[in-house]
């Protein structure tokens, strides 16, 4: 049990020891830089049902309409869809890296985040540790205390 109590802190240190509770999301929030979090607002929208049936929607009607709107107004006959795949490949080049930006911005606030809470499990460790210490001391004193009053 000596052992033990040596290792283990007393409420007083732990006090002292213990730091402020960072707020991780507002840290996060506040150290983005103005670029990323444009690359955030378009990694958040991008990867969302909305734009996906936007771009469907978009394409669909791109589609039909060079199939099978008036063949004076069409702007990009059928069969060649040419200018839909230049922007079709131009939004993809464009939006690739900006997901990635976006996917390492979210992966580095995950990481801050399981710093917090580590730094938040050794902590309750610590005062776990100290009060199985007094526990145990309070234990001593009880069993000390019976064998008085059986002595007697």
């Known amino acids: 049990m000596h052992a033990i109590e040596e290792n283990v802190l007393s409420v007083s240190e732990l006090k002292r020891l ?8 507002i840290e996060h929030k506040e150290n983005l830089t103005r670029l990323e979090k444009i690359a955030l607002f378009i990694t958040r929208r991008v990867g969302s049902m909305g734009f996906f049936f936007f771009i ?18 069409r702007f990009d006959p059928f069969p060649a869809f040419v200018m839909w795949l230049f922007i079709s490949n131009t939004i993809q080049i464009f939006l690739m890296p900006l997901i ?16 917090a809470d ?3 499990n050794v902590k309750a ?11 145990e001391r309070q234990n ?4 000390k205390v019976f064998e008085r009053i059986g002595e007697k």
């Open 18 to 25: 213990r730091k402020p509770v960072r707020n991780i999301n």
């Open 56 to 73: 469907f929607t978009w394409t669909f009607f791109w589609l039909g309409w060079n199939m099978l709107g008036p063949e004076e107004l």
């Open 100 to 115: 990635m930006v976006g996917q390492n911005l979210q992966n580095r606030y995950s990481a801050a985040r399981a710093e």
């Open 118 to 120: 580590f730094e938040v």
């Open 125 to 135: 460790e610590r005062e776990i540790e100290a009060v199985l210490l007094r526990l």
């Open 140 to 143: 001593d004193l009880v069993l």
